[in-house]
């Protein structure tokens, strides 16, 4: 009976074209993947610098493994905390310029954990419409009330602070948004934020190592990283390996780690991860260029990609979409390009709205100009 329910679900999807199955890869997830046998360009990762292949990284997971086996062995508070976890939150929080951090499982884990956790009775969670969905599950579970704005409209924030019918209001927003690759305002939301006495939190997931001086994302970029004052980063993305983390004032951290069901509860971070993290922050650190050559890459594509009369929207950033509106018109266009030798993702509800289903072209600094041009030329059979 239960099945039966179910399939009936699962065959309407496919009649909708929604229905998903998941590419198996035969490589690791670089430039070039290896699927179905074939290899393909890859243009659907979060290694945006290249680092999960870089032998550097490697080589530091095989010494962190030798001394520290694999997995944490426990919960941090009970026996999975070890010297790499401290000391990689001790580097997170220098290098962010806040007095501390706590390393999790995965970013998802850290923004549920996070909203959860800190809202209390009365509280308002104001989210951008477009924030990952992390934290509209984080903001649904928590005790205060949540409200999202129209995405970066700020005087649709202005109006839900203006109503004052809270205790505390929370600023919640992606710096570099997943799936359409534009920029929140974070200037103008750190004006915002002292106006209203409000609390900023600003995930960095797509941004961090990429953007800013250091490598410390946009909040660094636009010098605001002061004015955050929860700052949710991941360790799965530029930084090539696993896992998220938060930083802020010492007092919210040791609230996480006293209240937070989403640390307490659950095994700790492999030092493995943790070790991994900090030579990638070595070679961020050592080799700006990387961000640098990913930065002009995404200025090159998305110039040419408004020059082949392409829907972009508002990318400013290395995620481009190339938005073609109906389900079915995704999928065949992902699998033309993938019969051409490019791997891209067909993005469909509920990631997306029903008409902007979409390619979501991610780029890395290990691009080449052919692997880019390559691509464009096929993208000429969706002009417009």
Same mark, same amino acid.
């Given at each position: 009976m239960l099945d039966n329910d179910y399939?009936?679900?699962?065959?309407?999807?496919?009649q909708q074209g929604m229905h998903r199955v998941m590419p198996v890869l035969e490589s690791g997830c670089g430039r070039e993947i290896v699927v179905g046998g074939c290899k393909k360009l890859a243009f659907c990762s979060n290694n945006y610098l290249g680092l999960t292949n870089d032998p550097r990284l490697i080589q530091a997971v095989k010494d962190a493994a030798d001394q520290w086996g694999f997995g944490a062995g426990g919960s941090r508070l009970i026996?999975?905390?070890?010297?790499? *976890?401290?000391?990689?939150?001790?580097?997170? *929080?220098?290098?962010?310029?806040? +007095? =501390?951090?706590?390393?999790?499982?995965s970013g998802y884990a850290t923004n549920t954990a996070i909203l959860t956790t800190l809202s209390r009775e009365g509280d308002l969670l104001a989210i951008d419409k477009q924030v990952h969905a992390s934290i509209v599950d @984080?903001? %649904?579970?928590?005790? @205060? &009330?949540?409200?999202?704005?129209?995405?970066?409209q700020l005087d649709k924030l202005t109006k839900l602070?203006? %109503? %004052?019918?809270y205790k505390r209001a929370f600023i919640i927003t992606d710096s570099l948004f997943s799936m359409d690759g534009d920029i929140a305002p974070l200037v103008e939301l750190a004006q915002i934020k002292a106006h209203y006495n409000a609390v900023l939190m600003v995930d960095e997931a797509h941004a961090i190592g990429t953007f800013g001086p250091k490598g410390a994302g946009l909040a660094e970029k636009m010098e605001v990283l002061s004015a955050v004052d929860i700052y949710i980063g991941t360790l799965s993305k530029a930084l090539g390996g696993s896992g998220g983390f938060v930083a802020g004032s010492q007092t919210i951290i040791d609230t996480l780690i006293n209240r937070a069901r989403g640390f307490i509860?659950? &095994? @700790?971070?492999? *030092?493995v991860n943790c070790l991994a993290a900090e030579a990638a922050l070595d070679i961020i650190a050592a080799e700006p260029e990387r961000a640098k050559r990913l930065i002009t890459? =995404?200025?090159?594509?998305?110039?040419k990609c408004r020059d082949l009369g392409l829907a972009i929207g508002d990318s400013e950033s290395y995620i481009i979409p190339v938005i073609l509106g109906e389900p079915q018109r995704a999928l065949e266009a992902s699998k033309l390009l993938y019969d051409a030798g490019f791997m891209v993702p067909a993005i469909r509800p509920p990631t997306v709205k029903p008409q902007?289903?979409?390619?979501?072209?991610?780029?890395?600094?290990?691009? &080449?100009?052919?692997?880019?041009?390559?691509?464009? +030329?096929?993208?000429?059979?969706?002009?417009?």
């Open positions: 399939k009936s679900e699962l065959t309407a999807l496919k026996c999975g905390n070890n010297v790499p *976890a401290e000391s990689l939150q001790h580097r997170l *929080a220098s290098w962010l310029r806040k +007095e =501390a951090s706590l390393v999790f499982t @984080g903001v %649904r579970s928590a005790r @205060g &009330t949540w409200r999202t704005w129209g995405h970066r602070l203006d %109503r %004052r019918d509860f659950t &095994t @700790g971070i492999p *030092a890459h =995404a200025s090159y594509f998305r110039d902007s289903c979409r390619l979501r072209i991610s780029l890395m600094s290990e691009h &080449t100009q052919e692997d880019m041009d390559g691509l464009l +030329e096929q993208l000429t059979r969706f002009q417009h």
